[in-house]
């Protein structure tokens, strides 16, 4: 059958309460009027490709050019430039809007009235515009501005919030509905346009009252390269909904700044597909930095009311094969947790959402199902998931309507707990009235201390990293402040520059996620759903001192700061003498190394790892100091050998790809299918491989290549289960490789045994479905170890079912080995994960230290 054009609904909106109920199942069947073809225009962003497309798609046009509200009110027109027509665009089997054809809609949705505002909020990785609507009754710039003060006031002066009259009377409550952020889950967009639409045209009173109170904020697409490849990952194959504690792609970082501008009370996720329709809340463990009592107030009974909308659809089993909502909080018992703050709704609960939910629609359309089922199977179930997420979404807006002061209240309540330093209140069933079933299993508390340090001066680990930290941190929206003097505080002294987290304040839940610890929560439940450990605090490479108490308070020589001092240096600057050494800790340090190598400076390796810089490269130093915020420090000593420019045959995951590149290594992508068919092995260095490369499955042409690569003193670094079976089939390394729990995860505890590669690293690494080493032959080296007893800080990692494979069995034993192999080819095996989703900076260099060390 033909593939219609894109289409604007044009179908008259009639009075009453329409917009704030379910449509019914039929709604999203018939076809109306169309767009205009997009217009071509020529340009390509910087991300583009080669051949000038970006991500598969045709050549993008240049950047919107956003046209601001002349007075600063609402509405904030922005004429979005069309980006070309995409016949390929995998939205369009599926009868839904392909990308190309949101900027036309978008533009003429704006013409409909005074209620629509359209703003372009980023780029994606493959460098498509990200949209955000803003829908809304009209507001002059004065009523825009006390918007903005009440906003304000409720974050940074929450108390005197809940007593300002104005507040309640007349602050918009702010909703987020967040789209698409899984690239092949398509329907939430489709579902968002309609409403837009809808709320645009309708002239019933309650819609009008539902505009005067509240501000809409729809992301129509927040993955535009998967909405367009078909593809759950973005442009940079990051799977987007698992990076918002370490914000590594551009999108993450739009959506977040969204949370942060916008403030929303109320969250909704659009995701698919689980049939019946999922609908948090979620199973334990609960994240214990939430307040939870009030989120769990709101969200589940918002998730009643969306249940409630879904059910009126009318969709039954044996009609359409759709199941009834499950909302896993009361009808499952583990499994779909909220314990990790990578996740979108857990995010924006920690920038005062109080209401915020996961939906999963139910009817599947991706992957094989996108392949194999016919294209009127596919329209009606794409139909029916487009309903259902409209469903959610009006079920929504009428509990925000309805809720509208309780919701400010506890989003308000929220903050002033974290400003005023009050402990969480428990939730049960007294608590949190009309919650059933809440037991002690759902019980998850922290208790925050009073402030962490960021030290500075002599003796403290990187500056380099203490600054990365503190720039996450502000970008987070968390307080920070530098002395500006010495200072004592619970019995230590700190110098003059080092930084200091009042957790007095608002947003408490999201700097105690980064700076914690963590938790270990492997004897709580048998299964999580994702990751259960992370410490930016233990992991990012930066000194952190936690203070449990402060006796009288907090009163420092101190002053708030918007970013980190600059850290880079060179001892005696461009005109001194002798000798530099950079340390090689962090990657901004290897990114600085390999900078140099590639200019043809000639660096040498010292002992300990760390790279010995001529005299003569001070101007270069300089320069990388000033760009890369590292620290060249003067020495006497010249090395043991020299360094290289190392270039990397990679088979590895996207986040180690992304790390590489942090570091500046360049990087060949191989695989299998790559070596099979033939690859130069004059353009690497050394071969590093944690996925996608199988030995066994080489050909014999490819052995043989490899085989000569390795024989010329070619390096490989093998990381993982793939990494360890390459090691055993190429019969490298005499080191028996022994997996962990496959589902382990976590920040654990590692003994360093210094050295080229684990030189200066930190005492702590994170691991993933861990593995260790045993029988070590003859010359081969255990250059870091699992830590006694059990090594476990914070995560999920319990014994397999037989007992084996749990963290006694891991304690003390090798965790990084290294040696030559037969051929002569250095090695080095991992079994932690270094570069984990972009995310354990501070473990990054141990990678990096190990390419060097391994490089031909």
Do not use: C
Not at 130 to 142: D, I, M, R
Not at 808 to 836: M, N, R, W
């Amino acid at each position: 059958m033909g593939i219609p054009r894109p289409v604007l609904l044009t179908t008259a909106v009639t009075a009453g309460a329409l917009l704030l109920a379910p449509l019914p199942a039929t709604a999203a069947s018939g076809h109306a009027a169309q767009v205009p073809h997009p217009v071509r225009e020529k340009g390509a962003p910087a991300s583009a490709t080669a051949d000038g497309t970006a991500f598969g798609a045709a050549p993008l046009t240049a950047l919107t050019t956003p046209t601001p509200h002349k007075d600063g009110g609402y509405p904030r027109r922005t004429v979005l430039t069309t980006p070309p027509e995409n016949p390929a665009d995998k939205a369009i089997k599926l009868g839904l809007a392909p990308y190309h054809s949101l900027a036309p809609r978008l533009n003429a949705l704006q013409k409909l009235g005074n209620r629509v505002s359209v703003e372009v909020t980023g780029r994606s990785a493959g460098g498509h515009e990200l949209y955000l609507v803003t829908v809304t009754a009209p507001e002059s710039a004065h009523e825009a501005r006390e918007q903005d003060r009440m906003r304000e006031l409720i974050e940074n002066s929450p108390a005197a919030a809940a007593k300002d009259r104005r507040i309640k009377s007349s602050y918009k409550t702010p909703v987020f509905i967040n789209n698409n952020i899984h690239g092949n889950e398509w329907e939430g967009t489709d579902a968002a346009l309609k409403l837009i639409e809808e709320l645009a045209k309708a002239k019933d009173a309650r819609t009008g009252d539902l505009l005067a109170k509240n501000r809409i904020y729809l992301n129509v697409t927040a993955n535009p390269d998967g909405r367009i490849a078909g593809t759950r990952a973005n442009g940079n194959s990051f799977d987007l909904n698992r990076d918002f504690i370490t914000g590594s792609q551009p999108e993450t970082r739009a959506m977040r700044q969204i949370a942060i501008d916008k403030q929303p009370a109320v969250m909704l996720d659009l995701h698919g597909y689980v049939n019946g329709t999922l609908i948090e809340p979620t199973t334990p463990p609960h994240g214990e930095n939430y307040e939870y009592d009030l989120f769990l107030k709101n969200t589940y009974a918002n998730a009643l009311g969306m249940e409630k909308a879904v059910n009126d659809l009318g969709y039954t089993p044996e009609k359409d094969g759709v199941e009834p909502p499950v909302i896993p909080f009361r009808d499952q018992q583990e499994g779909w947790d909220d314990w990790p703050p990578i996740f979108t709704p857990q995010y924006m609960a920690f920038q005062g959402a109080v209401a915020s939910h996961t939906v999963e629609i139910p009817m599947r359309v991706n992957n094989a199902s996108y392949d194999t089922l016919p294209v009127e199977e596919l329209r009606r179930r794409s139909a029916i998931n487009t309903d259902v997420a409209g469903a959610a979404m009006r079920a929504t807006l009428t509990y925000t309507y309805e809720h509208r002061t309780s919701l400010i209240a506890d989003q308000i309540e929220t903050f002033r707990r974290g400003a005023a330093g009050e402990a969480q209140r428990p939730i049960s069933e007294e608590t949190v009235p009309g919650v059933p079933g809440i037991g002690p299993e759902d019980v998850y508390t922290t208790t925050f201390p009073r402030a962490y340090v960021i030290p500075a001066g002599e003796g403290q680990r990187s500056a380099t990293a203490a600054a990365r930290l503190v720039d996450h941190l502000i970008a987070n929206d968390v307080r920070v402040e530098r002395a500006v003097a010495g200072f004592r505080l619970a019995g230590r002294s700190y110098p003059a520059g080092s930084y200091v987290v009042d957790m007095h304040q608002s947003k408490r839940g999201i700097a105690n996620v980064i700076l914690s610890e963590g938790r270990d929560i492997s004897a709580d439940v048998s299964t999580m759903y994702d990751i259960s450990g992370w410490s930016l605090g233990l992991l990012w490479g930066a000194s952190v001192d936690k203070v449990a108490e402060a006796g009288g308070g907090l009163h420092l020589p101190s002053r708030t700061v918007n970013s980190a001092a600059p850290t880079g240096s060179v001892a005696g600057g461009s005109q001194g003498r002798g000798d530099l050494r950079l340390r090689l800790d962090d990657p901004k340090e290897l990114a600085a190394l390999n900078s140099l190598l590639a200019q043809g400076v000639n660096v040498r390796r010292a002992a300990d790892g760390s790279a010995i810089v001529p005299s003569s490269a001070r101007r270069q130093a300089v320069t990388l100091a000033d760009r890369y915020g590292v620290v060249f420090a003067a020495t006497k000593e010249k090395g043991t050998g020299a360094l290289h420019r190392t270039r990397v045959a990679a088979a590895v995951t996207p986040g180690e790809l992304a790390g590489l590149g942090e570091m500046g290594f360049e990087v060949v992508p191989v695989s299998t299918a790559v070596l099979n068919a033939g690859f130069d092995w004059s353009a690497a260095d050394v071969l590093y491989v944690s996925s996608g490369l199988q030995y066994s499955g080489l050909n014999p042409a490819a052995r043989e290549a490899l085989n000569g690569f390795l024989a010329g003193g070619g390096g490989v670094v093998g990381l993982g289960s793939a990494g360890a079976t390459f090691n055993t089939a190429a019969g490298l390394l005499a080191a028996k490789a022994v997996a962990g729990n496959g589902d382990a995860n976590g920040v654990v505890r590692v003994a360093n045994a210094g050295g080229p590669v684990t030189g200066g690293a930190l005492p702590h690494t994170f691991v993933y479905s861990p593995r260790w080493f045993t029988d070590l032959g003859p010359g081969v080296r255990a250059d870091q170890s699992y830590g006694t007893g059990n090594p476990v800080v914070s995560g999920h990692w319990r014994a397999n079912g037989g007992g084996t494979g749990g963290p006694t069995d891991a304690a003390g034993k090798a965790s990084i080995v290294s040696g030559t192999s037969a051929q002569g080819a250095p090695v080095v095996l991992f079994g932690t994960e270094p570069l984990f989703r972009d995310h354990p900076k501070g473990v990054f260099a141990q990678v990096g230290r190990a390419l060097l060390a391994s490089a031909k």
